[in-house]
Nanobody
Framework: QVQLVESGGGLVQAGGSLRLSCAAS????????MGWFRQAPGKEREFVAS??????????ADSVKGRFTISGDNTKNTNTLYIQMNNLEPEDTAVYYC????????????WGQGTQVTVSS
């Protein structure tokens, strides 16, 4: 079973930046779309950003537009996903999850374990 492993979380002051990474345990893992989600304490998991490899199209939640940038590499021998988070706000505090869709036009069927991001005011 392929695993998605996130890294890069931590504690940062408001206005600061973090870059999260997500790597698949198998380099040949092929995906159509990958994305980031987050879940804050007491709240439901919410969409943050996604990238569709075939078209390169990126999509963002309104709350992070202009502050977060999703990118990655889905070439033959690698499968990694990043999200650069700038101008972080305390409201961005959450566990961030990487997700992958391996069926075209299907939902996300692989999920990472999450990495904690805490933004202090």
């Amino acid at each position: 079973q392929v695993q998605l492993v996130e890294s890069g979380g931590g504690l940062v002051q408001a206005g600061g930046s973090l870059r999260l990474s997500c790597a698949a345990s198998e380099r040949t893992f092929r995906t159509y779309t990958m994305g980031w989600f987050r879940q804050a304490p007491g709240k439901e998991r919410e969409f943050v950003a996604s990238i569709r490899w075939i078209t390169g199209k990126t999509t963002y939640a309104d709350s992070v537009k202009g502050r977060f940038t999703i990118s990655g590499d889905n070439t033959k021998n690698t499968n990694t996903l990043y999200i650069q988070m700038n101008n972080l706000e305390p409201e961005d505090t959450a566990v961030y999850y990487c997700a992958a869709a391996t069926i075209i036009n299907g939902g996300y069927n692989y999920w990472g374990q999450g990495t904690q991001v805490t933004v202090s005011s």
